[in-house]
């Protein structure tokens, strides 16, 4: 079965630096990753995902993520957090050849930014 | 677009009672999904449907649960009788096909008592 692990269940950045959120899937088959951002009592919004294309995956709001296969992960990165980056940030799979919907989720990082 | 609704946005109710969960998908979506997000399981996937379709429900919890899309635009989350492990947030998603990631509703953060 998939599994996800996110390290880090809170990460905490000042307004301006690094922003790095881990992520390590087991899978024996490459699956197909996914970013997720959900603020306050919101739903799930998609950040990127990788499906087979290039290994660096660039996504909206100034995030991007890179699948490396031979550390089977897919960290989330920004060069500069900005305040409202503060949310709760999931990493997710779903088996290659099954819906993208059918998502496997990892815990879940909050990040919090301070000024 | 209006995005996937669900309603309502906030359910309290009393052990044993009827719960039923709405969710109304984008329009032109055909594939629809129920995920339920606990602090202590996370997001976990209950069940989806393609063209109305149940596809997989491996994850319905147990009998209690039940979950129904009678039209294109329109599904349901039904638990009878609730419980109080019941309490989650049910997030409703759809997408417009097999390989298109996810738009998710605002949830319904549902409390038993």
């Known amino acids: 079965a998939q599994s996800v692990t996110q390290l880090g269940s809170h990460v905490s950045v000042s307004e301006g630096a690094l922003v790095l959120l881990r992520c390590n899937y087991s899978?024996?088959?490459?699956?197909?990753l996914f970013w997720y951002v959900q603020y306050p009592n919101q739903g799930l919004q998609l950040l990127l995902k990788?499906?087979?294309?290039?290994?660096l995956v660039k996504g909206i709001n100034g995030f991007e993520a890179e699948f490396k296969k031979s550390e089977t992960s897919f960290h989330l990165t920004k060069p500069s957090a900005h305040m409202s980056d503060a949310a709760e940030y999931f990493c997710?799979?779903?088996?290659?050849?099954?819906?993208?919907?059918?998502?496997?989720f990892g815990q879940g990082t909050i990040l919090t930014v301070h000024p | 677009d209006a995005g996937v609704i669900q309603s309502p946005r906030h359910e309290v109710t009393e052990m044993g009672q009827e719960v039923t969960l709405r969710c109304k998908p984008i329009?032109?979506?055909?594939?629809l999904f129920w995920y339920r997000q606990t602090m202590m399981r996370g997001l976990e996937l209950l069940i989806y449907?393609?063209?109305?379709?149940?596809?997989?429900d491996s994850g319905m919890p147990e009998d209690r649960f039940s979950a129904k899309m009678p039209n294109a635009s329109f599904s349901t989350l039904k638990i009878q009788p609730s419980e109080p492990r019941d309490s989650a947030v049910y997030f409703c998603?759809?997408?417009?096909?097999?390989?298109?990631?996810?738009?998710f509703g605002n949830g319904t953060r549902l409390t038993v008592t």
């Open positions: 329009s032109g979506h055909n594939s």
């Open positions: 899978s024996s088959v490459p699956p197909y």
């Open positions: 997710a799979v779903s088996d290659r050849g099954t819906s993208y919907g059918k998502l496997t």
């Open positions: 449907f393609n063209n109305n379709v149940p596809i997989d």
């Open positions: 990788y499906t087979s294309a290039a290994t």
């Open positions: 998603a759809s997408s417009p096909g097999t390989a298109r990631p996810l738009h």
